[in-house]
C-alpha cells in the first residue's frame, strides 16, 4: 500500500475517512473554500465525479481555511452550502491545513519536501493528480478549470 492510502482524514460529518479504499482509483484532491472567486470550480469538480466516477475516479475535497479566511465556515455549514449550492458527491474531509508548521500529513506528501512536486500552496483549488497506486501524478495550479483540457487528458491517460 502507498503512503498515500495508509492515510485516513476525517470526513466533514466527523467519521473517519481512510483513504486505502481509493487505492486502485485514480484521485484528484483539491483544497476548496466555499467563499472564493474560484468557488463555482465545485462545479466543474462534480461533473468531473460524475462523469468519470465509474471508470475508478474520484474527487476529494479538502477545506481550507488558510487563504484569506475563505473557507470560515464549520464543517456542518461547509456540507450544506456544498450540497445545497453545487450537489456535491464526491468526498470532503474536514478542514486541513495545507500550508505552515501545521501542514497535515496529506499535504506533506502531496507538496512537502521530497515530493513530486514540492512547494507550498498557492491558493484554493490547487489540484494533485493521484495514480491509481497513489503516487502523484501531476500538479495543477488553481486557476487550471475542471474542464481544462490539459487535466482531463491527464485524468483519461490515468484511467487508460
Given at each position: 500500500m502507498s503512503a498515500f492510502h495508509d492515510l485516513t482524514l476525517h470526513?466533514?460529518?466527523?467519521?473517519?475517512?481512510?483513504?486505502?479504499?481509493?487505492?486502485?482509483k485514480v484521485v484528484l484532491v483539491v483544497?476548496?473554500?466555499s467563499k472564493c472567486g474560484l468557488t463555482p470550480?465545485?462545479?466543474?469538480?462534480?461533473?468531473?465525479?460524475?462523469?468519470?466516477a465509474a471508470q475508478g475516479f474520484s474527487v476529494l475535497g479538502v477545506p481550507c481555511n488558510?487563504?484569506?479566511g475563505q473557507e470560515p465556515d464549520d464543517e456542518a455549514a461547509i456540507a450544506q452550502f456544498c450540497s445545497l449550492n453545487y450537489g456535491v458527491t464526491f468526498p470532503l474531509s474536514s478542514k486541513l491545513e495545507?500550508?505552515?508548521?501545521?501542514?497535515?500529513?496529506?499535504?506533506?506528501?502531496?507538496a512537502g519536501e521530497g515530493a513530486e512536486f514540492p512547494g507550498d500552496i498557492t491558493w484554493n483549488f490547487e489540484k494533485f493528480l493521484v495514480?491509481?497506486?497513489?503516487?502523484?501524478l501531476a500538479r495543477f495550479s488553481p486557476?487550471?478549470?475542471?474542464?481544462?483540457?490539459?487535466?482531463?487528458?491527464?485524468?483519461?491517460?490515468?484511467?487508460?
Open positions: 470526513a466533514l460529518d466527523g467519521q473517519e475517512l481512510p483513504l486505502a479504499p481509493l487505492k486502485g483544497n476548496v473554500a470550480q465545485y462545479a466543474g469538480l462534480e461533473r468531473l465525479q460524475q462523469t468519470y488558510q487563504f484569506a495545507v500550508n505552515g508548521s501545521g501542514r497535515h500529513p496529506l499535504y506533506r506528501l502531496l495514480g491509481q497506486d497513489g503516487r502523484v486557476r487550471t478549470a475542471p474542464d481544462d483540457p490539459a487535466l482531463i487528458q491527464a485524468i483519461e491517460k490515468a484511467l487508460a
